[in-house]
């Protein structure tokens, strides 16, 4: 049973992180990003489970969110952010 909810999360985390790139938006905090040359406007490659954990799995990240997520496990990040990880897209 553990394994069929995991691979379910899973599958919804993964969903989100496709549309969240499709649209150019935030996976952890929704905000919209731009095409720029300043760093703080572009969307970052974040490590869904930290790599320095085993986490193999990207998601778009904007570099506020990256740089304030770190090394900590998505769990714990949401807990600091009040974010619901798998509640499916952002608005």
């Known amino acids: 049973m553990k394994c069929k909810f995991m691979c ?6 993964r969903l989100k992180a ?3 790139k499709k649209a150019r938006l935030c996976f952890w905090c929704g905000r919209k990003t731009r095409q720029g040359k300043g760093r ?7 490590h869904y489970v930290p790599k320095s954990k085993g986490g193999k799995f990207i998601v ?5 969110c990256n740089q304030a997520k770190a090394a900590r496990m998505p769990s714990d990040f949401a807990q600091i952010m009040h ?8 608005p």
Do not use: H
Not at 8 to 13: D, F, G, I, P
């Open 8 to 13: 379910q999360a899973t599958k919804r985390v």
């Open 18 to 20: 496709r549309k969240c």
């Open 40 to 46: 703080s406007e572009r969307l970052t490659k974040d």
């Open 60 to 64: 778009p990240a904007c570099y506020q």
């Open 83 to 90: 974010l619901a990880l798998t509640d499916g897209p952002p």
